[in-house]
């Protein structure tokens, strides 16, 4: 039974310091902790709880973590298994597929939702009936992508490289 166990704690082990996990981990956190900083440093008064959401959930805003991972995960597949691997090949247009979404589809739902949400508000008020609201999905500018990105490639070559 000792044996067994080693060998998993052994698995554990490597799989904790797996240079691709701590790459994708690593972005990801980052990501949400600058954006932490971001929403506190522009709105000022924030709860404690506002500011863990942030950091563990909260999606949109710069810079976009869904990018970040990605990035970091494609590159760190790229540097450490090199780019002719078939796990790069599906990583790269994995991650084409989540920043374009980022970008496209959530940002574009997140808008309409929030437009709906207006219209149902103002026709609730006027006509005196209940409305419940959509949730708005928060998606990204193409910009909070882009510095997600960099962020993920500059976290996946200092996991590899440092």
């Given at each position: 039974?000792?044996?067994?166990?080693?060998?998993?704690?052994?698995?554990?082990?490597?799989?904790?310091e797996?240079?691709?996990?701590?790459?994708?981990?690593?972005?990801?956190f980052?990501?949400?902790?600058?954006?932490?900083?971001?929403?506190?440093?522009?709105s000022?008064?924030?709860?404690?709880?506002?500011?863990?959401?942030?950091?563990?959930?909260?999606?949109?805003?710069?810079?976009?973590?869904?990018?970040?991972?990605?990035?970091?995960?494609?590159?760190?597949?790229?540097?450490?298994?090199?780019?002719?691997?078939?796990?790069?090949?599906?990583?790269?247009?994995?991650?084409?597929?989540?920043?374009?979404?980022?970008?496209?589809?959530?940002?574009?739902?997140?808008?309409?939702a929030?437009?709906?949400?207006?219209?149902?508000?103002?026709?609730?008020?006027?006509?005196?009936?209940?409305?419940?609201?959509?949730?708005?999905?928060?998606?990204?500018?193409?910009?909070?992508?882009?510095?997600?990105?960099?962020?993920?490639?500059?976290?996946a070559?200092?996991?590899?490289?440092?």
């Amino acid at each position: 039974m000792a044996w067994s166990e080693s060998i998993k704690s052994e698995a554990l082990k490597a799989f904790f310091e797996n240079p691709i996990f701590l790459s994708a981990v690593s972005s990801w956190f980052f990501a949400q902790l600058i954006k932490a900083i971001i929403v506190l440093l522009r709105s000022g008064r924030k709860t404690p709880r506002e500011v863990l959401e942030t950091l563990i959930w909260r999606t949109g805003g710069m810079p976009s973590s869904h990018s970040s991972l990605v990035s970091a995960l494609t590159v760190s597949i790229a540097l450490n298994e090199g780019v002719g691997s078939n796990l790069f090949v599906v990583t790269l247009f994995f991650s084409l597929v989540v920043m374009r979404d980022a970008m496209g589809v959530r940002r574009s739902a997140g808008i309409q939702a929030k437009t709906l949400n207006l219209l149902g508000r103002s026709a609730a008020d006027r006509l005196g009936i209940e409305y419940t609201p959509v949730k708005e999905i928060h998606g990204h500018a193409p910009l909070e992508v882009v510095i997600g990105a960099l962020l993920g490639i500059i976290i996946a070559a200092a996991v590899t490289y440092l």
